[in-house]
């Protein structure tokens, strides 16, 4: 398994790959698997773990002498090791060099495809087992040689419940003009709701975002703004609210975050881009929007959502054994071998 290597497994904060990482890796030895995790320190999974660096170089994210040096090391080990395969996360490198691999590269696609990234992956269209994070992703590059979609999990000890409701709606994601941040702040002044919003902000665009279209209204009262929260009150946030607010403007390959509100029983009031049909189930689990203008009205009808649906389709279709078990039978498609978690470990 190699993961990004530019944040700890599990991150301290950010990091939504490698949050996902640290329950597939442990869920899978839990399951009897033999794995190995190439990663950045300092991480800490129940795998057997080969630390490229021992501090992750963080402050030179995108920076390739990093990249390639976690993953020439990595595939160095492999290539003198006796592995079944090969699970990779951590980006392009891999992929441009799975032919001369001995073994299987899987490769989770975990972004949209952008012109560039599309070409680069219809370039190596055949080198390795590609695996989409839902069904809409795999319609924007169809050419490529999929082994299948595995839904992202959500720690469901983390996130959970935590009794009675308050009258707000959360919104909990990085704050810029994809993800429909501004929406969200019109919809809770136009409705009268009580807004909470929390995530990070970066640099650029996005801050200037923040500052023109978020912050005016930003009074502490309609509309509140708490930063970049810890986990834990990230979760606390989302288990108090009535609902979910997440007016997104751009084609989401998955929406973890979504998973995570219905995991904490609360339900998601989203508009109808990307995958948000496939974690989403209108009138059961929240409500599906054509575009933000129908939001207002949806929010209307929240009281017909029950939070103990929303924890279980939660639990039945975004835990931690699901997406093991969903990857497992990607391994064995891969390797040619009969599908069933009761067959013998693999080593990756």
């Known amino acids: 398994m190699v993961a990004p290597v530019w944040i700890p497994v599990p991150p301290e904060g950010y990091g939504g790959i490698e949050r996902m990482l640290k329950l597939l890796v442990d869920e899978l030895v839990d399951m009897g698997q033999e794995v190995t995790l190439f990663a950045a320190g300092p991480s800490r999974t129940r795998a057997r773990q080969v630390i490229t660096f021992e501090v992750a170089p963080t402050e030179h994210m995108g920076e390739t002498l990093y990249d390639a040096c976690h993953v020439g090391q990595a595939f160095r080990e492999i290539c ?52 989409t994070i839902s069904l809409y992703q ?3 590059c169809p050419g490529l040689n999929y082994a299948g979609v595995v839904y992202n999990a959500v720690d469901l000890e983390e996130h959970r419940p935590l009794g009675d409701k308050d009258d707000y709606l ?38 200037e975002f923040f500052r023109r279209e978020v912050e005016p209204w930003v009074d502490g009262k309609t509309v509140i703004y708490e930063g970049e929260v810890p986990q834990k009150r990230k979760v606390e946030l989302m288990a108090r609210a009535r609902a979910f607010l997440f007016p997104i403007q751009w084609e989401e390959p998955f929406g973890l975050v979504m998973a995570e509100a219905l995991a904490c029983g609360t339900p998601v009031v989203t508009t109808r881009w990307g995958a948000a049909p496939e974690v989403i189930e209108h009138g059961k689990t929240g409500f599906l929007a054509e575009s933000p203008d129908q939001i207002p009205a949806l929010l209307e009808r929240i009281g017909e959502i029950d939070p ?41």
């Open 170 to 207: 959360v919104y909990v994601s990085r704050i810029c003009e994809d993800k429909g941040a501004h929406h969200a702040v019109r919809i809770a002044r136009e409705t009268g709701w009580r807004l909470v919003l929390a995530g990070k902000i970066d640099p650029g665009k996005d801050r």
């Open 80 to 131: 003198g090791g006796r592995f079944d395969l090969v699970h990779d996360h951590s980006g392009f490198i891999p992929v441009a060099f799975a032919g001369l691999l001995p073994v299987p590269l899987v490769h989770t696609l975990h972004g949209p495809f952008e012109p560039p990234v599309k070409s680069f992956y219809e370039t190596f269209a055949r080198d390795a087992h590609y695996v």
């Open 308 to 348: 103990a649906v929303c924890r279980s389709e939660a639990e039945r279709r975004f835990s931690p054994r699901a997406m093991a078990r969903g990857y497992l039978e990607v391994y064995r498609r891969v390797l040619g071998k009969a599908s069933s978690t009761g067959d013998a470990a693999l080593t990756a």
């Open 138 to 140: 795999q319609t924007r």
